[in-house]
Nanobody, 124 residues
Framework: QVQVVESGGGLVQTGGSLRLSCAASGSTFRANAMGWYRQAPGKQRELVAGINIGGSTNYADSVKGRFTISRDNSKNTVYLQMNSLKSEDTAVYYC??????????????????WGQGTQVTVSS
């Protein structure tokens, strides 16, 4: 199983940028597709972006053109670069291994356990 620690969240103004990091443990990181999820207060957790082992990516429509997911297998880390942040991006962000698909709605988290997440707050 891949265990993760998310970091990089914080308070930022509308239009600002943040880069989240997800450090993963376990020798199987390179064999796993990875995804970033977020959960806002009172809402269900939703997939933000996913990346497979070959580097193909998929994004929620709400973040396309603003967010970029990437991975560094040498560091067992997946990143989420977030630009042009909006108030509706405010949420706790989590990463997890995923079952990747080229179709956004078919992507599923691989494990039921989640890290502590990292809080992103966008103020107007």
């Amino acid at each position: 199983q891949v265990q993760v620690v998310e970091s990089g969240g914080g308070l930022v103004q509308t239009g600002g940028s943040l880069r989240l990091s997800c450090a993963a443990s376990g020798s199987t990181f390179r064999a796993n597709a990875m995804g970033w999820y977020r959960q806002a207060p009172g809402k269900q957790r939703e997939l933000v972006a996913g990346i497979n082992i070959g580097g193909s990516t998929n994004y929620a429509d709400s973040v396309k053109g603003r967010f970029t997911i990437s991975r560094d297998n040498s560091k067992n880390t997946v990143y989420l670069q977030m630009n042009s942040l909006k108030s509706e991006d405010t949420a706790v962000y989590y990463c997890n291994a995923i079952y990747y698909s080229g179709t956004y709605y078919y992507i599923r988290p691989k494990y039921n356990s989640w890290g502590q997440g990292t809080q992103v707050t966008v103020s107007s």
